[in-house]
């Protein structure tokens, strides 16, 4: 089956350590997009990255990285520098056309402890 | 800039009730999409809907309905005999012209109760 896998589910972290978020993709698509989602709010785009090798920021990219050296993943990596981690971060693709609808992974939730 | 408001934050209703979650829009754009998703309890959200700005029918699949009006700004998404497994968190979203970010709402909680 195709689809989007983000790992692990839940993650916990100590405060001043980096954490990295992977999402993989079988679908083929040229386009993935990491998004943040805190309680009561909509989702804020962190990084997308339209090409294998190729990324950009997003509404809130600071404190956060992000590589795509394989169409097929997109991981993130969480720094000490992103102040306030605690959220839900969901991983999407799409085709490469931005007005494609874009398809979820089950989301990874970050605690900072 | 994108703008999409979803000025209801919760609704509940009883089964079996028909219910609307409005969606209200600002873009320049003249040509654009319009996406309506669901984010059950479970965390994933699902794609509903796309909707072209050239096409202003309304879209009916099985007990879901979108009506979407230009003049008004609004793409609003009807449950017609709401069913508890309705009950997520639905949110509207906007693109920009040729652009990778989507603009969501903040989303409207649905409650269904049995």
């Known amino acids: 089956d195709g689809g989007i896998t983000q790992s692990p589910k839940y993650l916990f972290r100590k405060e001043g350590q980096n954490v990295t978020l992977s999402c993989e993709q079988n679908l083929n698509h040229d386009a993935m997009y990491w998004y943040r989602q805190d309680p009561g709010q909509g989702l804020r785009l962190i990084y997308y990255?339209?090409?294998?090798?190729?990324?950009q920021k997003g509404d809130i990219a600071e404190g956060y990285s992000v590589s795509r050296e394989k169409k097929e993943s997109f991981p993130l990596t969480v720094t000490s520098a992103q102040k306030n981690p605690t959220a839900f971060y969901l991983c999407?693709?799409?085709?490469?056309?931005?007005?494609?609808?874009?398809?979820f992974g089950p989301g990874t939730r970050l605690t900072v402890l | 800039a994108q703008k999409v408001t979803q000025a209801q934050t919760e609704i509940s209703v009883v089964e079996k009730e028909d219910v609307t979650l409005d969606c209200v829009y600002e873009?320049?754009?003249?040509?654009?999409?319009l996406f309506w998703y669901k984010q059950p309890p479970s965390g994933e959200l699902v794609f509903l809907i796309r909707r072209n700005s050239f096409d202003e029918q309304n879209e009916i699949s099985g007990r879901y309905s979108w009506n979407f009006q230009k003049s008004t700004s609004s793409f609003n998404f009807t449950i017609t005999a709401s069913q508890v497994v309705d009950s997520a968190v639905y949110f509207c979203?906007?693109?920009?012209?040729?652009?990778?970010?989507?603009?969501f709402g903040k989303g409207t909680k649905l409650s269904v109760i049995p």
């Open positions: 999407a693709s799409s085709g490469r056309d931005g007005d494609n609808e874009q398809f």
């Open positions: 873009t320049r754009d003249t040509t654009y999409y």
């Open positions: 990255s339209q090409i294998v090798n190729d990324f």
């Open positions: 979203a906007l693109p920009g012209a040729g652009s990778y970010q989507l603009t």
